[in-house]
């Protein structure tokens, strides 16, 4: 776990940013909650790797109150590696070891009730405890797994295996970093649509649904390249990750996320 622990200092230093993000919001679809917030995180190495998939096959593995959403006619599935530091609730610094942690992402894009959000299909951590808590509080399918994440200069080595028993066998394995300088996407772009997004959709065991807010400064986006060696995170759904992936690389988000609730 040491790559990855924050240095003395570090932690707080993340923590004061997060606090900060809600200073910028005009960049925002819609207005921020009118309640707090209640945990900060800050993601690292962040690589967002998306695929065009087939419609059909996608809505198969998905709850029905749930529809894929479309840019220019096409339905697009994202693994996104990432490493999360100083997390940590609302008022509290960030607890030594447990606020630092790798996790991978697998996930699609759908609106409801005119607010655009992310579906996740499984969220892997290498953390027991925030696998645990995540589930219980966010109600998202978060899996336990052996992850690691080095990074020397630019580029980023990672490495995951899925040892929850109660999912699919997923792996992921990777070389990635960036290859361009910054920008920030334009509203209406392909960039725009697969990353800027703000608020995450879940069900309860009633299959009421449920939105968890989210928020944090515009993505610094970079272009990016990555040499992937292992990619089985989207096999337990029956859909294969054919070709090559559009890539965006993030060096840093910092995140505020608001408790999740039931819409009605």
Excluded at 103 to 111: G, K, L, M, Q, W
Aim: with cysteine; net charge negative.
């Amino acid at each position: 776990m040491g790559e990855w622990l924050a240095k003395p200092g570090e932690a707080l230093s993340r923590s004061q940013r997060q606090g900060a993000v809600l200073e910028e919001d005009d960049h925002r679809p819609w207005p921020l909650p009118d309640r707090h917030w209640i945990m900060g995180q800050t993601w690292e190495a962040l690589m967002f790797c998306h695929w065009r998939v087939d419609r059909e096959a996608i809505q198969r593995v998905m709850p029905p109150q749930f529809e894929p959403e479309r840019y220019d006619g096409d339905v697009w599935l994202g693994v996104t590696p990432f490493v999360v530091r100083a997390l940590r609730l609302r008022g509290i610094p960030p607890l030594p070891v447990l606020s630092s942690f790798p996790e991978i992402n697998v996930r699609t894009y759908v609106t409801v009730g005119g607010k655009p959000g992310i579906y996740f299909f499984s969220l892997d951590a290498a953390s027991r405890p925030a696998v645990a808590a995540a589930r219980r509080a966010y109600r998202l399918p978060y899996f336990r797994s052996a992850i690691t994440a080095t990074q020397l200069g630019d580029t980023v080595s990672y490495r995951a295996r899925r040892l929850s028993d109660d999912g699919p066998a997923a792996a992921f394995e990777a070389t990635y970093g960036p290859v361009g300088p910054r920008f920030t996407a334009s509203p209406g772009t392909l960039e725009h649509f697969l990353t800027e997004r703000y608020c995450l959709y879940t069900l309860d065991e009633k299959q009421t649904i449920y939105r968890g807010d989210i928020h944090h400064p515009p993505w610094p986006l970079q272009p990016a390249e990555a040499e992937i060696e292992t990619n089985t995170m989207a096999s337990g759904l029956g859909l294969a990750l054919d070709g090559d992936p559009v890539l965006h690389f993030a060096a840093r988000q910092d995140v505020a996320l608001w408790r999740i609730q039931a819409l009605d």
